[in-house]
C-alpha cells in the first residue's frame, strides 16, 4: 500500500512539473538565467536631450566576444551579416556572426615578414582600420606591412600605397571612402616594431586618388589616428591628440585647411576610466560617435558633447551594423561589445 501511495505521490509530482503555469516559470526562470550571463559593460552617460533622441533609454552595452588582444577596426559586413574587427597583436581579421561566434577571417592580416611579431600586447603589426569599397571589396591599413592594402575577389592583394615620394609609409592607421572611391588614410608610428626605422619625419594624412591611384597629403602637422567623412562628405574629421580636427573636402576630394572641431579640454565633464581618441563613424544625421575621454563620446555636428558610454576600459574603435544598421559595435579592449540604438550609421 506505501509502494501504491508513493507511486502516486511521484505521478502528482510529475504532473506539477510539466503543468502549463509551472512550464512558463521554468522558461521565465531560463530566461532569466540567459539574462543574468549576459555582460554589461559600463554605463550611459546622458548630458543633452538631443542623446535620448539617439539612444534609447534602458539601452545597455553587452559583451559579445572576448579573448582577443586588442581589438581594433570595427566593419559591418552586410553580404555576410557579419562583423569584421582586426585583433592587432594576433595579426588576424576576426568575423563575429549571430549565432555563430567568431571566427579567423583574414591571416596573416597586417604583417608577412620573415620576422616572428606579435602575439603579445604592446606589439601591434596586424591590421588596424578596415572599410569596403563600392565593389565590396576589403581595404586594410597593414601595421606591420607598412602599407594600404586591397583583396580583390579572387584573393589577392593589390598595394594601393605603401611610399611617399619614395619613402616608406610608417604604419597606416584607420581609413575612411569618399564617395568618388578616394581612400583617406591616417599615417602615425604605432605599428612599428622595435627594429623598424621611420624614413618620414612626419605623421601624415593621405589621400589615395581613385582617378589614378596617386597618393596626395592632406596633413603634416597632426597627430593623426582616427578619420572619418561627414554624411555629405563635405568635412573629414580626423584626431589631433586631444582634439577632433575638420577638413573642408571638394567634390573631386580635395582638402582645404583644416581648424580644431572639438577640443576635450573644454569639456566640462568627469573624469573617467577608458576611451582615448582614436576611432570614429558617422551616422545619417551627422552626429559623430567617436571613441575619447571615458569610451565613446557622442557629439552633434556642431560639436556639442550630448552623452557618453563610459565602458571604464581602454575603447579603440566602433561601427554601425546588423540589418538595421541600428546596432553599435564597440571595440573594448579584448573584447566586442554592442548597443542598440535608434539612430542609423551610414550605409
Given at each position: ?34 539574462a543574468s550571463v549576459t555582460e554589461v559593460i559600463g554605463t550611459i ?109 579572387d584573393g589577392t592583394r593589390t598595394v594601393l600605397a605603401d611610399r ?182 551610414l550605409r
Amino acid at each position: 500500500m506505501k509502494r501504491i501511495q508513493s507511486q502516486i505521490g511521484w505521478l502528482f509530482f510529475a504532473m506539477i512539473l510539466v503543468s502549463p503555469g509551472n512550464r512558463a516559470a521554468q522558461q521565465s526562470s531560463a530566461e532569466l538565467a540567459t539574462a543574468s550571463v549576459t555582460e554589461v559593460i559600463g554605463t550611459i552617460e546622458r548630458l543633452d536631450p538631443r542623446f535620448d533622441q539617439l539612444v534609447p533609454e534602458g539601452a545597455k552595452m553587452e559583451k559579445i566576444a572576448e579573448g582577443f588582444i586588442w581589438t581594433e577596426g570595427a566593419l559591418w559586413s552586410k553580404a555576410d551579416q557579419a562583423l569584421l574587427f582586426s585583433d592587432i597583436p594576433n595579426n588576424v581579421v576576426m568575423k563575429w556572426k549571430e549565432g555563430e561566434g567568431t571566427s579567423e577571417h583574414v591571416k596573416p592580416s597586417g604583417y608577412t615578414g620573415e620576422r616572428e611579431r606579435g602575439g603579445k600586447p604592446g606589439d601591434e603589426p596586424g591590421s588596424n582600420g578596415l572599410a569596403f569599397d563600392a565593389q565590396g571589396r576589403l581595404i586594410l591599413c597593414q601595421h606591420g606591412d607598412r602599407r594600404v592594402v586591397r583583396i580583390e575577389k579572387d584573393g589577392t592583394r593589390t598595394v594601393l600605397a605603401d611610399r611617399y615620394r619614395g619613402k616608406r609609409l610608417n604604419s597606416p592607421n584607420d581609413l575612411t571612402i569618399h564617395p568618388n572611391g578616394d581612400v583617406f588614410f591616417t599615417d602615425p608610428p604605432y605599428g612599428l616594431a622595435q627594429w623598424d626605422t621611420r624614413e618620414l619625419d612626419f605623421t601624415g594624412v593621405y589621400r589615395i586618388s581613385a582617378k589614378d591611384g596617386q597618393l596626395h597629403l592632406v596633413s603634416r602637422d597632426l597627430r593623426p589616428n582616427g578619420i572619418a567623412l561627414s554624411p555629405d562628405a563635405k568635412k573629414l574629421y580626423v584626431t589631433n591628440g586631444r582634439t577632433w580636427m575638420a577638413f573642408p573636402v571638394s567634390e573631386d576630394g580635395s582638402t582645404g585647411e583644416g581648424k580644431v572641431f572639438v577640443d576635450t579640454r573644454e569639456w566640462n565633464v568627469s573624469r573617467a576610466v577608458g576611451g582615448g581618441i582614436d576611432g570614429m563613424k558617422v551616422d545619417s544625421n551627422g552626429n559623430i560617435f567617436a571613441t575619447g575621454p571615458g569610451g565613446v563620446c557622442v557629439m552633434a555636428p556642431d560639436g556639442t558633447l550630448l552623452g557618453r558610454f563610459l565602458t571604464g576600459d581602454r575603447t579603440a574603435n566602433l561601427c554601425f551594423g546588423g540589418e538595421d544598421g541600428r546596432t553599435l559595435f564597440v571595440c573594448v579592449n579584448h573584447r566586442i561589445g554592442r548597443v542598440r540604438v535608434t539612430t542609423t550609421g551610414l550605409r
